[in-house]
T-cell receptor
Framework: KQEVTQIPAALSVPEGENLVLNCSFT??????LQWFRQDPGKGLTSLLL?????REQTSGRLNASLDKSSGRSTLYIAASQPGDSATYLC???????????FGTGTKLQVIP | DAGVTQSPTHLIKTRGQQVTLRCSPI?????VSWYQQVLGQGPQFIFQ???????GRGNFPDRFSARQFPNYSSELNVNALLLGDSALYLC??????????????FGPGTRLTVL
């Protein structure tokens, strides 16, 4: 059974700081790993998807890495902005029909 | 192109009642998945449907059921509602093909409150 853990549960940083969010998973036989952003009471916005054969993906100020052997993924946010404040969730896709297992999220607050 | 749509946005029910939630996937997507997200937690997988057949089921009681229609839209039904069913219910669609790598696209969710 896949289990996904995110550390820390909450993070507060001053504007402009670079930061790293961590995601770990127990079953390395994943199909892909996806990072999402969720604003309070809203649905999920896809940020980055890393295929199992890839090591990293980049989009603007975001960079996500994947190390299947160690069961870890990181989301790097450069030059953080107050608009980045949200909960960030990682999700691992595995199994015959790619069942998706989510972590509990990291709540990020960027202070102006 | 329209994204994933869900209806209704909010719903208030009392214990013991039944509820039906609806989801329309992105055009061309044949896979729909349902998730339950209680406050402060990550989404929990309920069902996945692909080509109108159930392909996966999470650890939820039989009070939860779903179906997918020929146009790939989907309904989630919950019977005999309990207070603990209060949550944000999320629908996600994907192509579920080798080239899409199962990237999930989520709707805005339906907020269900059970009193």
């Amino acid at each position: 059974k896949q289990e996904v853990t995110q550390i820390p549960a909450a993070l507060s940083v001053p504007e402009g700081e670079n930061l790293v969010l961590n995601c770990s998973f127990t079953d390395s036989a994943i199909y892909n790993l996806q990072w999402f952003r969720q604003d309070p009471g809203k649905g999920l916005t896809s940020l980055l998807l890393i295929q199992s054969s890839q090591r990293e993906q980049t989009s603007g100020r975001l960079n996500a890495s994947l190390d299947k052997s160690s069961g870890r993924s990181t989301l790097y946010i450069a030059a953080s902005q107050p608009g980045d404040s949200a909960t960030y969730l990682c999700a691992a896709s595995s199994g015959g029909y790619q069942k998706v297992t989510f972590g509990t999220g990291t709540k990020l607050q960027v202070i102006p | 192109d329209a994204g994933v749509t869900q209806s209704p946005t909010h719903l208030i029910k009392t214990r013991g009642q039944q509820v039906t939630l609806r989801c329309s996937p992105i055009s061309g997507h044949k896979s729909v998945s349902w998730y339950q997200q209680v406050l402060g937690q990550g989404p929990q997988f309920i069902f996945q449907y692909y080509e109108k057949e159930e392909r996966g089921r999470g650890n939820f009681p039989d009070r939860f059921s779903a179906r997918q229609f020929p146009n790939y839209s989907s309904e989630l039904n919950v019977n005999a509602l309990l207070l603990g069913d209060s949550a944000l219910y999320l629908c996600a669609s994907s192509l579920l093909s080798a080239s899409s790598y199962n990237e999930q696209f989520f709707g805005p969710g339906t907020r269900l409150t059970v009193l």
